[in-house]
C-alpha cells in the first residue's frame, strides 16, 4: 500500500448512510421532497489543489480526495474504512465553509482513530475564525493552520518530516505538552504568479470530480474547473464574509492579489488541453480595473475561443467589459447579485446601484446573447417580509425574467461569523443567532430550512426569514417552469 506524505481530504456537508441516500435519492427524482435540499458542498477549495501542487513540487508525495464523490459513486461507502485504506503521515481536511463543520470534524476524529501517529490538520477560514474553540474541543486535532496557507502549510510539513519543533512555524494553532499554542499571524502572497491551481493529476477520479457542482457530486453535464484570479476583496458587502474588512481579519489581507493575465492564459490552456469545456473565474475581473482586465481578456482571446466562461460580477458589468469578455468566449455565463428589490436595502449593504441600472445591465447582456443569472438574499436588515414585500419581489423577478435571465430560486442564507452584519450587528440592526463554532456544527446536519436562518433583524423575526425564502424559492421556481 502506497504511503503519503500528505493527503488533503474535502468532505461533504454530511455522510449519509446507503438507505437514507437512496431514499433521498428517490424522493427527489419522483418529486416528494418538500424539503428545499442543502448542497452537499463537493468542490474542493481552490487553493487546496496549489496547496498540493507546492507540496508536490518539493518533492512530498501528496493526493487530494474527495470524499463526497466517494460516497457518490460507491454506494456502501464507509469513512472508517476508506480512511484505513489510505496510509499517509499528514492528513489535511480543509473547513473552508462553515457548512463542513460537522464532516470536517468527523473526518479528523476518525483519521486520528485509525492512523493514531499520523498528524491531524485542519485549514481554511472557519477553521481559521473559530481556531480556539475547535482546539479546545477537540483533542483529536493537532494543528489548525490559520488564514492563506502557502507559506505555513509548507514549513509546516517540512519542521514535522524533519522532527523539529512547531513553534517557529507562523499561522498555526497547535498542541505542546497538552497546551494549546498559537504563533504569530503567517506570510500571505503579494501576487498569485507563483501557485499552481490547475494539477488535476493530483485529484483522484478527477474526471469524475470535474461534473461536481455544490449541490451534488458528478451529475453536471459540462465538465468545469474553478481557476483564481485573485485573492481578496475591494468591497465591504454587509452580508458577506469574503469582503475586504471580514476577509482582512482572516487573513490579515489589506489588499487584493492578482494572478497575471499570463498565467490566467497558461491555466485556460491546460484546462483546455484536458478537455475541460468551461472555466469558472474566482473573481470578477473588474475589481482589478480596467487595464487589467482588458489585457486579459486580450491574451485570452483565442485560448478561449471555444470554452465557457462562468463569471461572478461584485457590482454591475461595465459595457466594455461585456463586449470584450463576449468576443473572448463562445458562451458566457455571468452571475449578478442585486440580492433585493429594494434600492435603499442594497445601499445599506454596501451595493451602490439602482434598480434602472440593475436592468440596463441585464438588457444589455440579452442582447449580446450573455446567460445571464440572477441571485436574491432574503433576510436583509431594512426588509420587512410581509405580504406587500412579495408582492413587490414578484414584480421585480417578472421584470427581470422577461430580459430572459434566469433567477437562482433562493436558498436559505445563514449569516457567515466574521461578515458585518455579524460583528457589526447593532449597526445593522441585526440580532445574530449562531455564534459559536458549535452553533454552526449543529445546522449542518439538518436540512430543515428554519435551521440554518442564523440571525434574526428589527424588520423580521427567524420565522419570518425560513418562510418567506421557502415563498421566494417556491416562486421563483413556479415562474420560470411557466416561461
Known amino acids: 500500500m502506497k504511503t503519503y506524505d500528505i493527503v488533503f481530504l474535502h468532505p461533504p456537508r454530511t455522510f449519509e448512510s446507503f438507505w437514507p441516500r437512496l431514499k433521498r435519492t428517490i424522493s427527489r427524482r419522483l418529486g416528494f421532497e418538500r424539503e428545499v435540499i442543502k448542497p452537499q458542498y463537493c468542490q474542493i477549495p481552490m487553493g487546496v489543489v496549489s496547496l498540493a501542487a507546492s507540496l508536490d513540487k518539493e518533492g512530498y508525495e501528496t493526493k487530494i480526495f474527495n470524499l463526497g464523490l466517494e460516497q457518490k459513486v460507491n454506494p456502501l461507502f464507509s469513512l472508517s474504512r476508506y480512511i484505513k485504506s489510505i496510509n499517509a503521515r499528514i492528513f489535511a481536511i480543509d473547513l473552508q465553509w462553515f457548512v463542513h463543520s460537522a464532516s470536517a470534524l468527523k473526518v479528523a476524529e476518525v483519521c486520528k482513530r485509525e492512523h493514531p501517529n499520523s498528524l491531524t490538520v485542519l485549514g481554511g477560514m472557519t477553521a481559521t475564525w473559530f481556531h480556539r474553540q475547535i482546539m479546545e474541543r477537540c483533542p483529536f486535532i493537532d494543528v489548525i493552520v490559520r488564514g492563506e496557507a502557502e507559506y505555513s502549510m509548507l514549513h509546516l510539513v517540512e519542521f ?24 504569530p499571524q503567517g506570510e500571505i502572497l503579494s501576487n498569485l504568479d507563483s501557485i499552481d491551481p490547475c494539477r488535476l493529476d493530483l485529484i483522484d477520479k478527477f474526471d469524475k470530480y470535474l461534473r461536481c457542482d455544490i449541490i451534488d457530486c458528478g451529475e ?29 481579519l482572516l487573513t490579515g489581507r489589506k489588499k487584493i492579489a492578482l494572478r497575471s493575465p499570463e498565467k490566467v492564459v497558461y491555466d485556460i490552456q491546460l484546462l483546455r488541453e484536458k478537455g475541460i469545456r468551461r472555466v469558472h473565474l474566482s473573481h470578477d475581473p473588474e475589481i482589478g480595473g480596467e487595464k487589467y482586465y482588458l489585457d486579459l481578456l486580450e491574451k485570452i482571446k483565442g485560448a478561449g475561443a471555444d470554452l465557457s466562461i462562468y463569471v461572478e460580477i461584485f457590482r454591475l458589468p461595465v459595457k466594455g467589459f461585456i463586449e470584450k469578455i463576449t468576443k473572448t468566449f463562445s458562451e458566457v455565463i455571468m452571475a449578478i447579485s442585486p440580492e433585493t428589490f429594494s434600492e435603499d436595502v442594497r445601499q445599506f ?26 441571485w436574491f438574499t432574503i433576510g436583509l436588515p431594512g426588509e420587512t417580509l410581509d405580504l406587500r414585500w412579495f408582492e413587490s419581489f414578484k414584480d421585480f423577478c417578472e421584470e427581470i425574467v422577461k430580459q430572459e435571465a434566469y433567477i437562482i430560486p433562493p436558498l436559505t442564507y ?12 447593532e449597526k445593522y440592526g441585526v440580532r445574530p443567532l449562531l455564534k459559536t463554532f458549535e452553533d454552526y456544527k449543529r445546522i449542518c446536519l439538518s436540512n430543515k430550512p428554519l435551521d440554518w436562518v442564523g440571525h434574526e433583524t428589527l424588520t423580521a423575526s427567524r420565522e419570518k426569514i425560513a418562510a418567506f425564502t421557502l415563498y421566494a424559492y417556491d416562486y421563483v421556481t413556479r415562474l420560470q417552469r411557466i416561461i
Open 160 to 183: 514535522y518530516v524533519k522532527k523539529q519543533r512547531m513553534d517557529s512555524v507562523k499561522g498555526i494553532t497547535y498542541r505542546q505538552n497538552g497546551k494549546i499554542k498559537e504563533t
Open 349 to 374: 449593504i454596501g451595493r451602490w446601484f439602482s434598480n434602472n441600472d440593475f436592468f440596463k445591465s441585464l438588457n444589455l447582456l440579452k442582447r449580446k446573447n450573455v446567460k445571464a443569472q440572477v
Open 220 to 248: 453536471e453535464k459540462t465538465n468545469f474547473f474553478w481557476i483564481p484570479i485573485a485573492r481578496g476583496c475591494i468591497y465591504n458587502c454587509a452580508h458577506c464574509g469574503g469582503g475586504q474588512y471580514s476577509y482582512s
Open 414 to 425: 445563514t449569516i457567515d461569523p466574521n461578515c458585518l452584519m455579524a460583528i457589526e450587528s
